[in-house]
């Protein structure tokens, strides 16, 4: 199947700073990206919709400026979570959805943001 | 707005067992369903998609149903074994290119 690769897989970072996630599709073009949000014992939780060269579209209650999404290329969309609070530790995926085979959605390994 | 429940929420079996999972949704305007698995701390591995217009899928010890307008899908594993131990998704996207509605999952263990 196609491959997504999310990076870093784990992150660790002070209260106030920024961290970016990287995720790419590496054997297609997305020209939308999805990322999610999952807390423990919890199902995944759209955030927001990545579109290549346009601005993301968010779900509601979800900080625009606090999650920062830009998907500059068909291969690569970026999530930076500013200003990070401990509240912000969660799992973060994302997901791209192939042209063919049936709109079949690949995630990426997922990213352990802790905050501290 | 969709809404995707999965039953049983937890699950534990002995080695060998054949096992059903149950997965409903509320909007049968669906465009595919698909089951994941996910294992602690990583990320969501496709197991099987299923069209709409389709009404199974087989991999392997795996088996999916889909029953749009009822509204239910079901996931069947054959003797079942430890490795298959995982957290089990059924999501749906209301068309091609949609994000999923997930539902809560199936936590599955399998006891050797």
């Known amino acids: 199947g196609a491959v997504v690769s999310q990076h870093p897989s784990w992150v660790i970072c002070k209260s106030g700073t920024s961290v970016k996630i990287e995720c790419r599709s590496l054997d297609f073009q997305a020209t939308t990206m999805f990322w999610y949000r999952q807390f423990p014992k919890q199902s995944l939780m759209l955030m927001a919709t990545?579109?290549?060269?346009?601005?993301?579209?968010?779900e509601q209650g979800v900080e625009k400026d606090k999650f920062l999404i830009n998907h500059a290329s068909l291969t690569l969309s970026t999530l930076t979570v500013t200003s990070a609070h401990p509240e912000d530790s969660s799992f973060y995926i994302c997901?791209?959805?192939?042209?063919?085979?049936?709109?079949?959605?690949?995630f990426g390994q997922g990213t352990r943001l802790t905050v501290v | 707005k969709q809404e995707v429940t999965q039953i049983p929420a937890a699950l534990s079996v002995p080695e060998g067992e054949n096992l059903v999972l149950n997965c409903s949704f509320t909007d049968s305007a669906i465009y595919n369903l698909q089951w994941f698995r996910q294992d602690p701390g990583k990320g969501l591995t496709s197991l099987l998609l299923?069209?709409?217009?389709?009404r199974e899928q087989t991999s392997g010890r795996l088996n999916a149903s889909l029953d749009k307008s009822s509204g239910r899908s079901t996931l069947y594993i054959a003797a079942s074994q430890p490795g298959d131990s995982a957290t089990y998704l059924c999501?749906?996207?209301?068309?091609?290119?949609?994000?999923?509605?997930f539902g809560k999952g199936t936590r599955l263990s399998v006891i050797a």
């Open positions: 997901s791209a959805t192939t042209g063919t085979g049936g709109g079949e959605a690949f």
């Open positions: 990545s579109n290549e060269g346009s601005k993301a579209t968010y």
């Open positions: 299923i069209q709409s217009s389709q």
């Open positions: 999501a749906v996207p209301n068309s091609g290119n949609t994000p999923l509605v």
